[in-house]
Every structure is written in C-alpha cells, then in structure tokens.
C-alpha cells in the first residue's frame, strides 16, 4: 500500500482549520462513507485516481467502517484490530469489503473483513469490539516538557524547504494536520534517531461519532510510522533507493477521544532487518491519557 496520504490546506474558519482543511476533511469523512450494496458487502472509493496504488491507512479506514457497520449493540466500540496489506490497492477502481459477523457475544463482538479488487484479496482485517466496562486503570505516561502543537510549524510551514523535492505531494489539501515535534522528516539525512514524536488531529470539526472518530486515528496511523524504522540509519522514506509498504498493522484502543483534538503521537524504531521494519507508537490526548497502541511491520528494502 502506499506510503503518502492526501495533503494539507490554507484560509481561517472559527475552529482554528481553513476552509480548505475543513472542505479536505469532509471528503475523508465521505471516504470513508462506503456503500452498502448488499448484506455485509459494502463498496469505497479513492478520490485520487491519480496515484499509483491506494494508501494503506484508507484501506484500513474503510475496512474498520466495513466492520462497525455490521454491529447492532448500541455503545460496543472497537477495542482493536489486526490487519494485513496483501497487494497493491488499485485507486482507479472501487474496493469491495466483505464482513464475516464472526461472533456476538454478551460483551465482545468480532468481525473479519476482507477487501478485494479484481477478483483478489488486497487486505485483510479482523477486529474486536467491546461493552465499555469498569475496572482499574493503569496506563504509560505521556512525555513531559513537550512544545505546544500550535507553536509549531505546520506541514507546509515546516516542508516549505523541500517544496521542490516533494512536487504535487507537497501542494495538496490535507485532512490531518500533522507537527513534527523534533524536525522535519528529512533531517533524518542528518541525525540518526530511534524515534520521532508529532502532534496530529483532523484538520477542522468531526461529528460527534465515535466510530467516525476511531476510523480517522486509523487512517491517520498509518500516515508516519513505519518511516520511523528508518530513523536510525539516516535515511527517509523517499531516498531513490529505499522501497517501503505497509505490510500488517494493529492497533488497541483503550479510552474516548475525539479526531478533531490535538494528540500526541509518540513512535519509535524497534527493529529493522532482513527487508522488514517494525515500529510502534502511542497516541495520547493533550491532557494525557492513553488513547491508542499502534504496531506496524513494514517492506524496509534499501539498495534495490
């Protein structure tokens, strides 16, 4: 799947976004939107039929959506998923989704959605959701002494110096607003790393739906992570000589959240080797609490 979402915007609404962040942002809400052409069978769509294959967190999104479609108990949230990229995405052609209600329990619900184009898998998710229940609570604290996310530059404040090497890419309206805490992505050319931070949310106003809210951060997760794995070698995602994909991807969803606030996306390099790279990460909401784990394993093949 591909490694570069859809872009960034300009011109101020009263929520602090743009007009045309807020216009991008609703069409990754109509995204996601699929359509339901027959019981458990649902159709999406790419809005950019220009790229060479469909980006990973899109198919993820919609294939999340695909699975909370099929759940009837009201306040069952998901709690978690596991996902893997099988083939390419073709953006030229719709993406059928096909849910399997796997189980319905008291508490837990599970679904697996498998995603086809052409006749064939291109990804496969399976996930769980879950009864909000009460009980202790323990969670990983958040960094300390962390930079206000709008102090920071955004995207086309912080890139402007490579607007020429990203092209098109860098030009395009985005519906995530993403701030790089340390450095631009491209400094890794520069300072070896084992990790990277960035502030991130939906790029203007979200409805007040839950599901919505979860699909966003999964569509988002996928947006900077697995670049991470090659953080400690000095290299960035778009070197001539580097070729990455996403090839599976979990993520656990532990307390509420909205997509439209700021939060912290903590994402470090675990391992890199034998043409793979795993990373993981952890959102946190601006006042602290742990929203979401993420693990990622992607293709990581240099000099190829």
């Given at each position: ?50 790229r ?14 695909a ?6 108990e ?8 596991h ?12 993406i ?66 490579h ?36 502030w ?59 997509a439209?606030?700021?939060l ?7 391992s ?14 601006s ?18």
């Open positions: 799947m591909d490694r570069r979402p859809d872009a960034e915007p300009d011109g101020p609404t009263p929520d602090g976004a743009t007009a045309s962040s807020q216009e991008a942002l609703d069409q990754l809400v109509e995204l996601l939107d699929l359509e339901a052409i027959e019981v458990n069978i649902f159709r999406g769509f790419s809005t950019d039929e220009s060479q294959r469909v980006f990973g967190g899109q198919v993820a999104g919609q294939a999340l959506v699975a909370a479609r099929t759940i009837d009201p306040g069952r949230s998901v709690h978690s998923l996902a893997y990229f099988i083939r390419p995405g073709d953006p030229a052609i719709p059928l989704y096909e849910v399997d209600r796997l189980r319905d329990g008291r508490s837990f619900g599970t679904r697996r959605v498998v995603a086809i184009q052409h006749g064939r898998a291109i990804f496969n998710l399976q996930a769980s959701f879950h009864d909000p229940e009460p009980g202790p609570d323990h969670q990983i604290e958040m960094p300390v002494g962390l930079v206000d996310p709008e102090s920071l530059p955004d995207f086309h404040t912080r890139m402007a110096p607007a020429e090497r990203l092209a098109d890419w860098y030009h395009r309206p985005r519906p995530i607003d993403v701030r790089y805490v340390d450095r631009d992505p491209f400094a890794a050319e520069h300072e070896p790393a084992t990790g990277q931070q960035v991130l949310r939906a790029d203007g106003r979200l409805p007040d739906d839950p599901v919505l809210h979860a699909c966003i951060v999964t569509y988002a997760s996928d947006m900077t992570l697995l670049d991470t794995t090659l953080l400690p070698f000095a290299m960035s995602w778009d070197s001539p000589d580097v070729q990455m994909a996403s090839l599976d991807h979990a993520m656990w969803f532990h307390r509420p959240f909205r439209d606030d700021w912290l996306y903590q994402q470090r390099a675990i890199t080797g034998t043409a793979r790279g795993l990373a993981g990460g952890a959102i946190f909401t006042d602290g609490r742990l929203a979401v784990s993420v693990v990622q394993e992607g293709l990581a093949r240099v000099g190829r």
